[in-house]
């Protein structure tokens, strides 16, 4: 159950109207990487989380909530800063040239080119946000990662806040309104936060890596390919220890085409593996009961209910309807 609470998370401010700016805001609110996308995502990925790890459906639901409050800042702060144009093209008798609203021919005529750039923008919306990105290019569900495996959709989101916060870093170099700055640096910071959180509940996970349940191919973990010609930069991701258990190493091929044509294309006489097959299907069959023991178990059969009411615990009533 949602309700929505007429303050703002954090008081959203302009000092003046700049529709430029707020064309470009328009990537946070409808573009690949902004708040809807993220309340989207969230609330998806929450699902599947559900029974068997209802603590990262709290953290899941908690999350969402918040992208969509971060979603109306947002969409406020693009209003303000359109302030005064919805009154104008009201005004259709009087054929407003918009002169006074946007603070001389200058900064009408950059509008102009503004809305040549994402015509739709204002034709369109007569003042407010609309749900596409800067471009014009509307919101699309395509944007939403959500794949059923938390270890994977926690990764997924570490990166949409990761990329989330470099455009909020971006943008704050496109506007001078100390408001509209201050604004920007919050939802910058609680991207920085969210990306703590997932972070944080990954490492809970144990578990969690490789992403998914099956182990890889015992012959081809360790490898690494220099499949580029020249100078060659050697690092902890191609050589020694690496993220291994101790006694496992990097095994770093420095002519792949070599290495195709000798092992005819990895089938024949291709690297040892430091885990056997039979070490790696133990692990995958361990790892498969594990995880559909979690489901499974967490899972009533019959009829069921998601909620009992009120709701006093953070995993839903197994029991039948």
């Not at 989207?40 to 969402?64: E, G, N, S, T, W």
């Not at 692990?283 to 023991?293: G, I």
């Not at 979690?294 to 009120?310: A, D, F, L, N």
Request: no cysteine; net charge negative; aromatic share 10%.
């Amino acid at each position: 159950m949602f309700y929505h609470a007429k303050e703002l998370q954090f008081n959203a401010r302009v000092s003046e109207p700049d529709p430029a700016f707020a064309s470009l805001l328009l990537e946070q609110f409808g573009g690949g990487n902004g708040e809807l996308k993220a309340a989207m995502q969230y609330f998806v990925q929450a699902f599947a989380a559900r029974r068997p790890f209802p603590d990262k459906y709290d953290l899941l639901m908690d999350i969402a909530s918040e992208e969509l409050s971060h979603l109306e800042i947002v969409g406020a702060t693009i209003t303000m800063l359109l302030d005064g144009l919805n009154g104008e093209l009201k005004d259709a008798a009087e054929q407003t040239d918009l002169t006074s609203v946007l603070n001389g021919k200058a900064r009408k005529e950059q509008f102009i080119h503004a809305t040549v750039m994402s015509p739709q923008f204002l034709a369109l919306t007569g003042g407010g946000p609309a749900l596409t990105n800067s471009q014009g290019v509307p919101w699309s569900g395509s944007y939403v990662n959500a794949n059923g495996d938390l270890t994977v959709d926690l990764r997924s989101n570490i990166a949409a806040e990761s990329r989330a916060k470099i455009v909020y870093e971006y943008l704050m170099q496109f506007t001078n309104d100390p408001y509209v700055k201050e604004t920007l640096r919050f939802l910058m910071t609680r991207e920085i936060a969210h990306f703590q959180s997932f972070s944080a509940a990954l490492e809970t996970i144990e578990p969690n890596f490789p992403p998914g349940v099956l182990q890889g191919d015992p012959q081809f973990t360790h490898l690494y390919f220099n499949m580029s010609d020249g100078a060659s930069a050697r690092g902890p991701w191609n050589q020694g220890q690496g993220p291994w258990p101790q006694g496992e190493q990097w095994m770093y091929v420095e002519d792949p085409l070599e290495e195709v044509i000798e092992t005819k294309g990895q089938t024949e006489n291709a690297p040892d593996g430091f885990r056997s097959p039979q070490d790696v299907e133990r692990m995958d069959r361990r790892m498969s009961e594990q995880r559909s023991r979690q489901i499974r178990e967490k899972t009533p059969t019959g009829r069921m209910q998601w909620s009992e009411y009120p709701q006093e615990e953070l995993a839903g009533s197994s029991g039948p309807v």
